[in-house]
């Protein structure tokens, strides 16, 4: 598929553009304000430079990363896997709805003691909490983007004899990957959340834990450094699962560019 460069104009620019004009405007606020718990855009970005030339942040980050990794695979695995069997079977939707609404309605951070009570101060207690944010919005996004799958094009199947098999791989999951890519990336925006607190509230390693020390420190430039470098882990890995949705679901018209 050629790109047009004119419409890659159009859709960057003016994100672009908002972006440094909003940065512009926190750095003249920040100026006028002129508070030590305010830091400036400037003094934000120079302290994550030097963070980076001490090398302790990188070692924070792939920490990070490992966990973030492991816990949205597991819950992208599960919460897809048991999505599809509640959109395709009822009895399932109706016996797992209860404790899926359930734990949809409640707030995540509330487990962490019964995660930490389990697994202790270790990275799987970080990888459970992730899980937990991620994994039942998956459940519920993937059963809705089966059961949004034309009824007509399952019942022909079944007219001209299609096993269940292949029902699911031929109609069901093809039709329904474009909302299952949409539903993974909002899941990973919980997933970066569920990171964060995690290591803020578990662990003693990671960019949550040192968050927490800058914090401790009253060290404003480090608690915003750190929090621009988890924006950007999240701004990233979104990019790259944008890219292989592309990939995979580029037989989908884009409305939106026709819009």
Not at 166 to 184: E, G, K, N, Y
Not at 239 to 255: C, H, K, Y
């Amino acid at each position: 598929m050629l790109i047009n460069r004119s419409e890659l104009r159009s859709k960057h620019v003016p994100y672009i553009l908002s972006l440094v004009v909003g940065l512009a405007l926190l750095e003249i606020f920040a100026r006028i304000l002129d508070v030590p718990y305010f830091p400036t855009v400037s003094g934000v970005f120079s302290r994550l430079m030097s963070l980076f030339a001490e090398g302790g942040i990188v070692i924070d980050l792939f920490r990070s990363l490992q966990s973030l990794f492991l816990g949205f695979l597991i819950a992208s695995i599960l919460g897809i896997t048991i999505g599809i069997l509640c959109g395709r079977y009822q009895l399932i939707e109706h016996v797992l709805r209860p404790y899926i609404n359930t734990m949809v309605t409640a707030p995540s951070i509330l487990f962490v003691p019964i995660y930490f009570a389990v697994f202790g101060l270790s990275r799987w207690a970080i990888v459970a909490l992730i899980v937990d944010y991620a994994v039942f919005f998956l459940i519920v996004s993937t059963t809705t983007a089966v059961q949004s799958v034309d009824r007509e094009l399952v019942e022909m199947s079944k007219v001209f004899g299609a096993s269940e098999r292949q029902r699911m791989r031929l109609i069901l999951l093809p039709s329904s990957t474009p909302l299952i890519f949409s539903a993974l990336r909002i899941a990973l925006t919980r997933a970066v959340k569920g990171m964060i607190n995690g290591e803020l509230l578990i662990a003693v390693v990671g960019l949550g834990a040192r968050s927490k020390g800058f914090a401790r420190a009253f060290d404003a430039e480090g608690v915003f450094a750190v929090a621009t470098l988890v924006v950007g882990v999240a701004l990233v890995s979104g990019a790259l699962l944008s890219f292989v949705d592309g990939r995979v679901n580029n037989w989908v018209p884009n409305i939106r560019r026709k819009g």
